[in-house]
Each structure stands twice: as C-alpha cells, then as structure tokens.
C-alpha cells in the first residue's frame, strides 16, 4: 500500500513573507554579502549568494564577468575546454572566487573537470549536477571527487529531503542542491511525476543541512525577485537562478527575430536543443526531457541584477533584516490563495 504524507507542502506561489516592525530607514543599509565556512573543503566564501545556473544559456564566462563587480556567482556550464579555461582565467583571475566548473558523473566528466582543475589552479569550486542526486552512482562518484579534491568546495545535487542532504554532506559534499521539477524549462514532473514543492523542499533540506554544518542551494523556481527573496527565507544559503538570467546579451542562446521583435533562446540542459547541440554528450544528463522557449530580448544582465538585488533588500527591510544572513530568522511565513492583483495583466 502506498504511503501518504498529509503535510501540506508549500512552494513559492502558496506564500508571501508578513512585514515586521523594522528600525531599518532605507534598503542602502541592508547587506547583502554572507561569508561562510565550508564544511568538508575548510574554505572560507564572501560574496552576494545568487548563482547562474550551469545551463548554456546562463552559466557563461560572459555572465561571470558581469557578476563580479556585485559579488554574485556563476555555476559554469560544463561544455568549455580546458584550454577556455585557462584563458578566462589569465584576463579574469578577479572572477575567480565566484566561479564553479560543472561536472556530471560520466569518465569523459571527470577527466574533464581533473583537466582543468590541473591547468587552472585558480579553479576553488565543483559543481556536481545530475537529474536525481539520489543514486548511489552519484554518491560513490562524489566521494571520489572529493577525494581526489580535497581542498576545492563542492556543490552536489539535485536532491528534495533531508535523509539525502546528510547522505550528501557525510559523502564530501559541501553545498547541496536543492529542487526536483521546480525550473521553468524542466519537465521532470511533467514526464515522471515526481518533485517536491520547493519552499517545503528547502525548509526541510536547510535544517538538515545547518545540522551537520553544510549549507543549501535553492536551484530552479524563482519566477520573479519576491520568489529569490522567499527561498532565502526559507532558508537557503544560496539561490540558483536559470529563467531570470536568460534572454541577455551575456546570456548564451541564439538572438532571433519574431516578428520584428528580438528573441532569444532558452532550453533546458535534456531539452532536444542541449542534446542536439551536445551531440550526445548531454543524454544521460536529465532524467527528462527540458523544454525549448524563445523568450523576448532583455538586453544587458545588470539591469536584472538590480531588480533581483534590489527586491532582496526591499525584503530585508520589511521583515527588518539588516544583513541576508537574518533574513530567515525573521521571516513568517503566510499561506496565500492569491499573490498578485491580475486586473492589468500578470
Ligand atoms: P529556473 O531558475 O529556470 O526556474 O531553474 C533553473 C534550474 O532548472 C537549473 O539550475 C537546473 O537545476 C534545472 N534544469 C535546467 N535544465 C533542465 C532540464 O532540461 N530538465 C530539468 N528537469 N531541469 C532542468
């Protein structure tokens, strides 16, 4: 007989954060940098905790120079060479703090990311990713990653419960993803059913994480800067963001033209286009298939990040949080039937 849980499971559309008396006077006082010690790697972060997912069209060298000047972070997607490497860091060693290489769990990953790793001693961070972070395969190639790695902090997911962050965490992982089907190019839910609603997701994932000293990342869901605001109420130390960060000039993805009006191109990492493109090298990537959407131009990723910024600080002062890192512990908060008044449009 199958077992149900009766909780109620929220994700970001079923809440909003409730206000708090605050002594803030204006968003310019609140700070938005966290610095965090690792557990397994023992190294030490300082930056503003929003990452560009490792898809093609968001995790570029491109938007890693456009995130440097705020401190922001860029998973890189795993498609540039060794030897892209090693130029991006000769003419961006300041970009290095807030870079990840991305690796899967295949022979031709490893020695990829082992590659590079060699050639680019500046490279601190290792972004594992795979559909579903729960296989024992991902556990054991972990472990040799970060045994071959000690030192460099590793990002390892995706996985929705907290059984698996611990598994993950005692395995050398040091910052779990969090989300299963929440994206907007994944069709994981769609095609096999199965998820978990991501403010629920990264409530239960950050206590287990905090327990044993690791740390989260809230991957995929954030439609709008409130959503980025509600993860990092929920608890998550990082957010990782795909849709907001496409359709810039920094972003990968071809500009085309619909009807005199400028579109870009955005898919998810399994989407036909990332397999095609890949030419195969992508197919065991996702459980399921992504989707491919052509979405209008937004011109330069800066403009973005202001609003995504500049909403988390507008949060931050109405729940009275002087710093990102308190945000949590003053956020309440409340289930919802409606977020928005739709008269005008969404
Ligand atoms: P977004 O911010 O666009 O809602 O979500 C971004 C996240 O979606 C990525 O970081 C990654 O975890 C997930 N994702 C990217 N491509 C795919 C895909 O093709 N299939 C699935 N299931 N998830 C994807």
């Not at 902090?153 to 059984?163: K, L, Q, R, S």
């Not at 190019?185 to 629920?200: A, D, E, F, I, L």
Request: net charge neutral; with cysteine; aromatic share 8%.
């Amino acid at each position: 007989m199958p077992r149900i849980d009766n909780d109620i499971k929220l994700d970001f559309k079923d809440v909003l954060l409730r206000p708090k008396r605050s002594t803030l006077k204006s968003r310019s006082q609140v700070n938005l940098r966290r610095t965090i010690t690792f557990r397994n790697s023992k190294q030490s972060y300082d930056g503003v905790p929003v990452i560009a997912a490792n898809m093609d069209t968001t995790g570029t060298f491109e938007m890693a120079k456009a995130f440097q000047p705020h401190g922001m972070f860029v998973t890189i997607h795993k498609h540039y060479t060794a030897e892209e490497w090693v130029d991006f860091a000769a003419n961006n060693p300041e970009c290095m703090d807030h870079v990840a290489i991305s690796s899967g769990t295949s022979d031709t990953d490893f020695t990829k990311i082992s590659e590079a790793i060699e050639k680019v001693p500046l490279i601190k961070y290792i972004c594992l990713d795979v559909a579903n972070g729960y296989s024992e395969y991902f556990v054991d190639y972990l472990k040799k990653v970060r045994k071959s790695f000690p030192n460099h902090t590793i990002f390892a997911g995706n996985v929705v419960t907290g059984e698996m962050v611990e598994e993950l965490l005692l395995s050398g992982a040091d910052v779990i993803k969090v989300g299963i089907g929440p994206g907007s190019v994944c069709t994981t839910r769609k095609k096999t059913g199965v998820g978990y609603p991501q403010v629920s997701a990264v409530i239960e994932c950050a206590d287990a994480a905090h327990g044993l000293g690791g740390h989260i990342i809230s991957d995929g869901g954030c439609t709008c800067p409130g959503d980025v605001s509600k993860a990092f109420g929920a608890g998550a130390d990082f957010v990782m963001i795909g849709g907001l960060f496409a359709g810039h000039d920094q972003s990968g993805g071809e500009l085309i033209e619909r009807d005199g009006k400028k579109m870009k191109l955005f898919y998810g990492m399994s989407s036909t286009t990332a397999m095609e493109k890949h030419a195969g090298g992508v197919a065991e990537y996702r459980a399921s298939e992504g989707k491919t959407v052509e979405i209008p131009y937004k011109g330069d990723v800066n403009g973005t990040i202001k609003d995504i910024l500049g909403g988390i600080r507008s949060t931050c002062t109405y729940v009275g949080a002087s710093k990102l890192k308190e945000l949590s512990r003053r956020t309440t908060f409340i289930r919802v039937t409606q977020q928005l008044n739709n008269m005008f449009g969404q």
